[in-house]
């Protein structure tokens, strides 16, 4: 259902005086881009008139096809409270449009809508509820970023040990001011890790809300004189940033994972899911932990799930089903960070998902044990694969699964791996201060 048209926006703009409207969009990284127009260009960019130079962008075209349009999703409109910008300044979330009037296929953004529109072919639609972690650290005299902690505090402790509740606080005001609902907020396991959670919403408007939701929490730690950062592993030694994905899947407003007949309450649907989402989980992972740095969480010993496998209410494998049930009744994969695409992370798991039902790929039986206690020995017997160990692996992987290739687009796959194997490749060739503590004297 539309919130707003286009006669909407422009009305809400005249009479809150807005003046500048920023037009947003998402490279092939996750990192937000944004034009930005004045009120009198609205007019225009809601007809889809605004044009930028997609060669300039990571991931989009070749100069010689670097003419691409804006089409403004009405949906997205907001204006932002004096928070974020002091100014009255509005903004709009864009889907990437080619000269021909095509939706770009290398968009993040069209590319979950061609998956969002195979899930209602097949009758389906899919809500998401991610639960988001970062950590807030001290600037320098410079203002530069530090990983210095503004607190001591542990999980779900409380101030005044908890020096980033103000912070905390004011993100989640902010948040509610721009639309959001707001379910929980704590400070996290590690010195100044915090999470937020935000209500799950329909697949798409979830996707944008992660892309604001980051935006916002940057704008106002800064304003705390504090550097907020979605980095998955910036300390050694403590527990490492996650992001949590719960989905489901609607079938004529009811949720299709739950049956009160079905095995733990659970639908064949949702057996097939969890299947699909265990069977491409190594080239997943090369999307929902895009960064060298990811796999340095994902190890054991913090809570992060290394071992592909499945469980009820355990929280050491990679997909955990929630004792709620009815309408609440999810899934949850809980390998992503909070660094992914997030619309490129629900397309590759909505995908594997989809494709688990089409072909009723039945998961194994459920890990109900502490993966983290097992031996090898015990893992290899309980047939327990584990999860990529470095970025390199992961793109292997990623390079290998057809399924998860076609969800992303052949061209589209190509740059990001040849993208990411450049990082991996700057990452291999440095010289870090840990090997020169570890051999300048010995050798």
Known sequence: MNKYNSEDILK???????????????????????????????????????????????????????????????????????????????????????????????????????????????????????????????????????????????????????????ARRDMCITLENMGFEIEASHHELAPGQHEIDFKYDDALTTADKIMTFKMVVRIIAQKHGLHATFMPKPIYGVAGSGMHINQSLLRNGENAFYDPNGDLELSKEAYYYIGGLLKHAPAITAITNPLVNSYKRLVAGHEAPVHIAWAHRNRSPLVRVPTKRGSATRVEYRSPDPSCNPYLALTVLLKAGLEGIKNKIEPPAPINRNIYDMTKEDRDRECVPSLPSSLYNALKELKNDDLIRSALGERFCEKYIQAKLIEWDEYRLQVTDWELEKYLNKF
Do not use: W
Request: hydrophobic share 35%; glycine share 6%.
């Open 12 to 166: 809400i703009c005249r009479e809150e005086k807005v003046e500048f409207i920023r037009l947003q969009f998402t490279d092939m990284f996750g990192t937000m881009k944004n034009v930005a127009i004045t009120y009198r260009q609205l007019e225009k960019a809601l007809d889809n008139q605004i044009m930028f130079d997609g060669s300039s962008i990571e991931g989009f075209v070749r100069i010689e096809e670097s003419d691409m349009y804006l089409h403004p999703d009405p949906n997205t409109f907001v204006v932002f409270p004096p928070e974020i910008a002091e100014a009255r300044v509005a903004r709009l979330i864009c889907d990437v449009y080619d000269s021909n009037d095509q939706p770009f296929e290398d968009c993040p953004r069209n590319t979950f809508k061609r998956v969002l529109k195979e899930a209602r072919d097949m009758g389906y639609s899919m809500s998401v509820g991610p639960e988001a972690e970062f950590f807030l650290f001290l600037r320098d005299k410079e203002g530069k970023p530090t990983t210095i902690t503004h607190d001591n505090a542990g999980y779900f402790d409380l101030g005044p040990v908890d020096l980033g509740e103000n």
